[in-house]
């Protein structure tokens, strides 16, 4: 789908921007950037501020009009920050990448970002069949063009993701060790408890809520195996301090 | 739930960065900026980035440890690009941001973002329960921090947006004792080595992984107030039987 999207920026004034956005979409995966009438391009402020993305910058398409950036386009989302005199029907970026999901193969869409002081014209919004707000803070909502573009190409790159049958591994993350299992767990509760008494923390005349509180907690984490096994080991490490130390009643217990 | 999060900053050796993202925070409504010792602030460079948001700049604050920078938050998600050696708890912003709207009245989030070049240091991804990666394209994964910023807040603000006023309480379920701060967590961890080098489990001269190990089981876990007190009572218990106990050395150590 990201080869399906467009990024049109429109008289841009500031390089470094152009820059940025490239950045942005090589982050996330899109390629395809159209520059209508940028004031400055190519530009070294753009190759800086592209840090690495310089072969898309490269292969960026410059053109003089609208008409020129959209051709092969067949669905276009014009990106809004204020409300309009007439108003159009308004996307969420999230709504935005849904509807890029369901372009057709070999279909494109083109999303245009506007000039960095007053955005797209009206003429321009109305070439549009969606336009697309960012749900900015109201008292400050002027975003920066390639902080704009950075949030639409991932909401795009995140769709595309979730739009792949993808497997989350054990907390998302692929772990290093296999999880330990309800017996092992158990083991590691009942030596637990034992060394807990060892050490008088644990009164087993009164024993209150101390081991449905270590195993809430213990359990909360879904131990690994050499989590457990590491918990086994100072457990041991404790019983043998035990075994070469004398027992001694009544000393004050430790409050839970 | 915006009010609640704290970006902190570690680092930082480019001000317009730091203006970068006071400008996306403001964007989206956040308020709270931590700058753990940056190379340069205040800077003009960072004012002329911020374009508006001066006064998110003027009130962010500039701390020199990290322990001060997480001071009073209670959750801790550190933004991590690369596969780590020991793997971590990975969430995407988005389950970052679901997990920020579970977050109690009065407890506070720090989202941790590391140095330009080289992110953070493993010792900072260890403080955090969760690592936060944003899914970027595998052949070109450097994000700009201030755009890292602004995908994180974007998706904040969303869920902010999205979610009822009524607070989701921790781990989806009415919990019965406060999430442990930061300070108490560490403080945890540090009676917890002294006690696994007291019992000659942990071998100061080859600690291998094992705090690393203990860090992560008990910090996915995300424990409350009630449950740290426990862990230091067993580990005070421990200290005591140890302080009636000569020690041995030369003692086979356990594997880890």
Chains 1, 2 share one sequence.
């Not at 051709?71 to 029907?89: M, Q």
């Amino acid at each position: 789908m990201l080869g399906q999207i467009r990024i049109v920026m429109i008289h841009t004034t500031h390089p470094g921007n152009i820059g940025g956005v490239a950045r942005a979409m090589q982050n996330m995966g899109l390629t395809d950037l159209c520059l209508v009438a940028p004031k400055r391009f190519p530009d070294p402020e753009a190759d800086a501020r592209a840090s690495g993305a310089t072969d898309l910058l490269a292969s960026a398409k410059v053109v003089e009009t609208l008409d020129e950036a959209l051709d092969g386009c067949h669905l276009v989302v014009g990106t809004s920050a204020r409300d309009r005199h007439i108003p159009w029907p308004v996307i969420t970026p999230r709504q935005m990448a849904s509807v890029a999901c369901d372009l057709q193969p070999g279909k494109r869409m083109a999303i245009l970002f506007g000039r960095e002081d007053r955005g797209l014209t009206n003429d321009e919004l109305h070439r549009c069949h969606h336009h697309v707000h960012i749900p900015t803070n109201p008292d400050f909502s002027s975003l920066n063009v390639a902080a704009a573009v950075q949030v639409i190409a991932y909401e795009l790159r995140i769709a595309s993701l979730e739009s792949e049958p993808g497997l989350l591994p054990q907390w998302g993350t692929a772990w290093d060790i296999d999880l330990a299992d309800a017996r092992e767990t158990e083991l590691l509760f009942e030596h637990l408890e034992k060394t807990l008494v060892g050490v008088e923390f644990l009164d087993p005349d009164n024993p209150r809520q101390l081991m449905t509180r270590l195993r809430r907690l213990f359990l909360r984490a879904v131990p690994d195996r050499v989590e457990v096994n590491v918990m086994r080991g100072f457990l041991s490490a404790i019983d043998k301090v035990l075994a070469r130390n004398p027992r001694m009643k009544g000393e004050e217990k430790n409050d839970v």
